[in-house]
């Protein structure tokens, strides 16, 4: 398991379009504009934003003040569902994933010490990304930026 530069952007910007606005509305963003504020290829940040849109994760407005927002609150969605759109499954090794698994050749996979780690590894990371919603991510990144002094 590793965060792919895609999956990294993905988050990056799902963070963007979950950051609290002063109406209570779910904020529309453009593309150009999250790809700016986060360095990001506009081009590759609009295949990203697809996949997430066809997860159902993100909906998307055309026209003059279009751009996308997210589908759901921003309580409502997790970092694991993002992750796992983007990247694919959470897990280490093959032979752990819950959503995928494939036989990874040991004698005995019952019991291969590897693999019960690995399960462990895959067991803390997912349990921190399932419980941790963008709103989380949102609250804390502003309490840092608070206690920083940073707008």
Request: overall charge positive; aromatic content about 4%.
């Amino acid at each position: 398991m590793r965060l792919s530069k895609r999956g990294e952007y993905g988050l990056r910007a799902m963070i963007v379009l979950a950051e609290p606005v002063e109406q209570n509305a779910m904020p529309v963003v453009q593309i150009k504009e999250i790809a700016q504020r986060e360095q990001i290829s506009a081009k590759f940040l609009e295949q990203i934003l697809l996949a997430l849109k066809n997860a159902g994760l993100l909906h998307s407005k055309m026209g003059v003040g279009g751009g996308y927002y997210l589908a759901r609150s921003s309580s409502e969605i997790t970092l694991g569902q993002i992750f796992r759109v983007l990247d694919g499954p959470v897990a280490p090794i093959k032979c752990v994933s819950q959503m995928s698994c494939e036989p990874c050749g040991c004698p005995d996979e019952q019991t291969c010490g590897l693999r019960l780690v690995m399960g462990d590894v895959r067991n803390a990371i997912a349990g921190i990304l399932d419980n941790t919603s963008l709103a989380d991510v949102t609250k804390r990144q502003s309490a840092v930026r608070k206690k920083l002094g940073i707008k």
